[in-house]
């Protein structure tokens, strides 16, 4: 069985919407999640998955709105999501291989070309399971154009995935 807990920052802690009384971390399966500076109307706790030497680094957040400690069924699905972290990876890279392809993604002639190599040119991704349990994962690095500067943001509606946006800068 996985461990999901909540080490409170002080006495107190157990008070959920109390800001400065949120736990400073959480434990969802195994992986620490420490409280991030943020915005009074939310509340993020984010870690980093133990990877092996010489792979990409990868993240895990929790985001509630309004601050507050995150509901059972929002530490479920994180602990779902730190469990099969790998394969839900996969999958929003495999979906991407597929959804990339439409017009409306703008892609070069040599950006399409990415989409046969054996891996795509993706990397550092974060996931982050928000208080609706709602959740996606973010590639930090691409080469994609669409994707820069923030990366590329893969949504999923439970263990599937529903849609993929270029994280670029809005003001240009």
């Not at 409170?8 to 992986?31: C, K, Q, V, Y």
């Not at 790998?86 to 017009?103: G, H, K, M, S, T």
């Amino acid at each position: 069985m996985t461990e999901i807990g909540v080490n409170p920052s002080g006495s107190g802690a157990e008070r959920p919407g109390a800001d400065a009384e949120l736990p400073a971390t959480l434990h969802i399966a195994g992986l620490a999640l420490s409280r991030t500076e943020s915005p009074p109307s939310l509340a993020c706790w984010t870690g980093y998955l133990p990877r092996p030497a010489g792979t990409d680094r990868a993240g895990m957040s929790v985001v509630t709105e309004p601050a507050a400690l995150p509901e059972e069924s929002t530490l479920r699905l994180a602990r779902d999501v730190v469990n099969r972290f790998d394969a839900f990876v996969d999958q929003a890279l495999e979906y991407c291989r597929i959804r990339l392809r439409e017009p409306r993604f703008h892609l070069t002639a040599e950006e399409l070309t990415w989409l046969e190599l054996p891996e795509l040119p993706m990397a550092v991704p974060e996931a982050t399971v928000w208080a609706d349990r709602s959740w996606a994962i973010r590639f930090a690095e691409s080469r994609f154009a669409l994707a820069d500067p923030h990366g590329l943001l893969v949504t999923f509606d439970g263990t599937q995935p529903v849609d993929v946006e270029g994280l670029e800068d809005e003001e240009e």
